[in-house]
């Protein structure tokens, strides 16, 4: 088994097993321990994202959070500030930002005391289904790409200054039990094992850019077309040059330079034209003094 498959392996069977624990009801009322040999810097980090990940879906979600997280403990070249740096941002990354998760935060405002008050957010149609159950949700998918709907943008009001608005909230925020069977949960959970499995494959190839690795994961956050532009633009600098540096195809020399130059090049363009080019760029060049080196 190659280390790919092994990791995507070990990833899926523990969403898959925490997905089984939350479906059957089997949700431990006590927070998951914090994992052996974390390093003292980072216990606040790991404990404020077991509180969040508690909050906004279960127990066994946090479990989950915190075996991703011993993957990381003990290992060489993590030290504790990089432990802190990952998990932050997957705590960030796993609490997304969907439908539900809004309405969870407008209810928080009023338990906190704060004024009501009236959101409006935009949302793609893709990404309201996507909150849906997959049973439910793909076929409605399947409908809106015949009649060219998917990437329709619709504003949706998010109320805690009435009622009515309140008790919307409160039926929007009660789907969190279905959000580990929805659509987007299992691209997040495919997006959290990737990001992790580069940060691994970092450490081994090329530790120098791990850290790059690990703050990529901010060039992802909110939702509608900020997120999608964000996520298409990771994938295209994950894709285009760091799998192929780890994979031996490209040797780049600097990878954490040529990541913050084409996180540098991206712009909210959905063509994706000037990182593309940055990309292309970064690659030709380091080919060509590849070539160069082997010629002399």
Known sequence: MTETSRVSDD???SSLRYLFADVIGEEDDAPPSLPEGLPEIAASVVGDGVHLLIEYQGTSYAQLYVDRVKRFIDRPGVDGTMLCDIARLMA???AYEDPIRIAQLK???LDAGRPPSVEVRMFRFDELIGALPAIAGEPVLDALDTVGWRHKRVSIR?????RVGIGRLKLEAALKRWR???IRYAEERAWVERWLHMISRALVKQPRATPAVIDSADMIAGHGDPYRHGLADWHAIIDGLAKPTFDGA???ADLAGAMAEARAAAEPDRRQVALKRAIAEIRARTLAAAANAAAG
């Open 250 to 252: 490209l040797p780049l």
């Open 180 to 182: 580990l069977y929805s």
């Open 92 to 94: 960030k990354r796993m």
């Open 107 to 109: 209810l928080a405002e």
């Open 158 to 162: 998010f109320s805690n200054a009435s």
């Open 11 to 13: 990833g899926i069977l």
